[in-house]
């Protein structure tokens, strides 16, 4: 490894980006134009940094690591639509992003389902992502009612985004090399939730109580997480939903049913 450039941590997960075809692949799927704000998060050593200002009106990259953050400002001061920034992304205020900003980053492996989670949060503030993330979390992510992978990530991206699998990263094009695959997803914002949904709160408690306990049905899991039984009872029917069926079975257009037909006979009950 050069000695000049700033060595990996492993408690942040990093794995830099190294290889040139990948990061131009990744542009290309980007497809940005010269009035468009980027957000890239954990820029590592600048790989996809500098050609994004070269493609971009503003780049702003939140790095956490100080010997990174001090790299980047010395090897890309000339970049003027560069916006660095030294702190922890999970910490960052996402809404106030520029609306239609895009997300380009290879997000740090242990942080990408809790990074995606807050993206989603600000939506409303994007237009499109194309992250670099496990293979794992990809594949959940694109996942389709009745496979494995399908759970709460599934839902909740693929209810307000578009997300698509574009192609896998080798692990030879990373440093270090990785014990997992990644692969490159592009997720396009949706105008409309896929599904009508009244209440975002309510629809994600509901999402996330059903798969709280996979190996039960919909009905004990709901149960067990709060939601008064009687409810959940006359609930699923009427949703269309039988109550023998487990949460990975069920649609997201079903999820949405549930939660409003769960809304409109009581508010569950609370654990706290």
């Known amino acids: ?76 001061a000339d970049r003027p639509a560069l916006d660095l920034r030294l702190g922890d992304a999970l910490a960052f205020p996402f809404k106030t992003l520029p609306t239609g900003t895009v997300v380009v980053a290879n997000l740090p492996y242990y942080l990408s389902t809790p990074l995606l989670f807050a993206l989603l949060e600000a939506r409303e503030c994007l237009s499109r992502l194309v992250v670099m993330v496990q293979t794992e979390v990809a594949r959940r992510i694109v996942a389709a009612p009745g496979h494995a992978d399908y759970g709460v990530l599934s839902v909740l991206l693929q209810c307000w985004t578009s997300p698509t699998l574009a192609f896998r990263v080798s692990p030879t094009c990373v ?22 949904i009244s209440d975002t709160q309510h629809f994600t408690r509901v999402v996330r109580a059903a798969f709280a306990h996979r190996r039960k049905t919909v009905t004990n899991s709901l149960r067990d997480e709060g939601f008064a039984q009687e409810a959940v009872q006359a609930a699923l029917p009427q949703a269309g939903v039988a109550p023998g069926r487990r949460a990975e079975t069920l649609s997201i257009l079903e999820f949405a049913a549930l939660a409003e037909t769960l809304a409109s006979r009581t508010n569950p009950r609370s654990n706290s």
């Open 175 to 196: 440093r270090p090399r990785p014990d997992v695959g990644s692969s490159v997803l592009a997720v396009r914002i949706r105008s409309e939730p896929a599904a009508p």
């Open 1 to 76: 490894m050069t000695a000049h450039l700033p060595r990996p941590r492993k408690r942040l997960g990093q794995h830099f980006l190294i290889d040139h075809n990948i990061v131009r692949k990744i542009l290309d799927l980007a497809a940005l134009r010269p009035d468009e704000t980027v957000l890239e998060i954990g820029p590592g050593r600048g790989a996809l940094t500098g050609p994004l200002c070269e493609r971009a009106g503003q780049v702003i990259a939140i790095e956490v690591d100080p010997d990174l953050y001090r790299h980047l400002q010395a090897t890309l």
